[in-house]
């Protein structure tokens, strides 16, 4: 069964300090990769994603990660966070194409950002 | 563009009772999956639903069970409700045919007394 491993549960940063979340998966396989953010009293929303091609990938509000296929790895950055970055933040992955297959979660990360 | 909705928001049930959740899906969108979410923990897959059928399953008794109509909206039930039930439920939607990011709704919250 795959798993997705985050390494930190808590962190706690102040604006303009740089911000990396580490995730690993365990799964033998080609994978499709997601982060997703929740911001507090809100949904999850999708904050990146790779499907294939480049292993770096920007999304929104600045963010970008790298998947290292050797390292089964899909790190979280984003080079000078802000206080309204604080929120939950969920590493997530499935097997690669369409078709029937639910994202297995990392446990999340509780990202505090000082002012 | 009406993104995924989930009804009710909260609900306070007690053990052994049955439960009905629902959930309609982003528009465009024709594949349904469930999650629960309990307290500090990330979501964990139910079950999913694509042209009516449960189409893949998580570690998941058979107290839970799902349906997909025809609108594509789906319910999810649980019979037999434990303590170990009260979690946020989440509904996300896709397409089943490509390579597409799900979409979350904001959950039910369900508490078992």
């Known amino acids: 069964a795959q798993s997705v491993s985050q390494h930190n549960h808590h962190v706690i940063l102040s604006e303009a300090a740089s911000l990396e979340l580490g995730c690993n998966y365990s799964?033998?396989?080609?994978?499709?990769l997601f982060w997703y953010v929740q911001y507090p009293g809100q949904h999850l929303q999708l904050l990146l994603k790779?499907?294939?091609?480049?292993?770096l990938v920007k999304g929104i509000k600045g963010f970008e990660a790298e998947f290292i296929k050797s390292k089964f790895s899909f790190n979280l950055r984003k080079p000078s966070v802000q206080w309204s970055d604080t929120a939950e933040y969920f590493c997530?992955?499935?097997?690669?194409?369409?078709?029937?297959?639910?994202?297995?979660f990392g446990k999340g990360t509780h990202l505090i950002i000082q002012p | 563009d009406a993104g995924v909705t989930q009804s009710p928001t909260h609900l306070i049930k007690t053990r052994g009772q049955q439960v009905t959740l629902r959930c309609s899906p982003k528009?465009?969108?024709?594949?349904v999956s469930w999650y629960q979410q309990a307290l500090g923990q990330g979501p964990q897959f139910i079950f999913q639903?694509?042209?009516?059928?449960?189409?893949q399953r998580g570690n998941f008794p058979d107290r839970f069970s799902g349906h997909q109509f025809p609108n594509y909206s789906s319910e999810l039930n649980v019979n037999a409700l434990l303590l170990g039930d009260s979690a946020l439920y989440l509904c996300?939607?896709?397409?089943?045919?490509?390579?597409?990011?799900?979409?979350f709704g904001d959950g039910t919250r369900l508490s078992i007394l």
């Open positions: 790779y499907f294939s091609g480049d292993p």
């Open positions: 996300a939607s896709s397409l089943w045919t490509a390579n597409q990011p799900q979409h």
């Open positions: 528009s465009g969108h024709d594949t």
């Open positions: 639903y694509y042209e009516e059928e449960e189409r």
């Open positions: 997530a992955v499935k097997h690669s194409g369409g078709g029937a297959d639910g994202l297995t």
């Open positions: 799964y033998g396989g080609t994978v499709n």
